[in-house]
């Protein structure tokens, strides 16, 4: 059974930091795109950040230079370091694993997602 586990989301004052992390279960990692996506109440899943399926990192024009996506092969995890935090940042943010391998992009409705950890960011 594959499960994804998000942690690390809060509450944080603009300028702040959090680190997000996913636990993956029951997928193995090699070949897989997996990435960070963000929802704010009434709207699409928004990508974040992704690793794709050859280990090529994309970041949103919105997190790029606040955000690192990264990931332990060993672990089994995936984090995002948000640094720099805004409000609009604020939403709910899901991890997901690609139900496919060696694919350049991840995030179909089919794919394997986690509950998600709501950040907020005050100003």
């Known amino acids: 059974q594959v499960r994804l586990v998000e942690s690390g989301g809060g509450s944080v004052q603009t300028g702040g930091s959090l680190r997000l992390s996913c636990a993956v279960f029951g997928v193995d990692f090699t070949g897989r795109c997996m990435g960070w996506f963000r929802q704010a109440p009434g709207e699409e899943p928004e990508e974040v950040a992704i690793i794709d399926g050859n280990g090529r990192t994309y970041v949103a024009d919105s997190a790029k230079g606040r955000f690192t996506i990264s990931k332990d092969n060993a672990r089994y995890t995936l984090d995002l370091q948000m640094d720099s935090l805004k409000p609009e940042d604020t939403a709910m943010y899901l991890c997901?694993?690609?139900?496919?391998?060696?694919?350049?992009?991840?995030?179909?409705?089919?794919?394997?997602w986690g509950q998600g950890t709501q950040v907020t960011v005050s100003s």
């Open positions: 997901v694993a690609d139900r496919l391998t060696w694919r350049a992009t991840c995030g179909d409705r089919s794919d394997y």
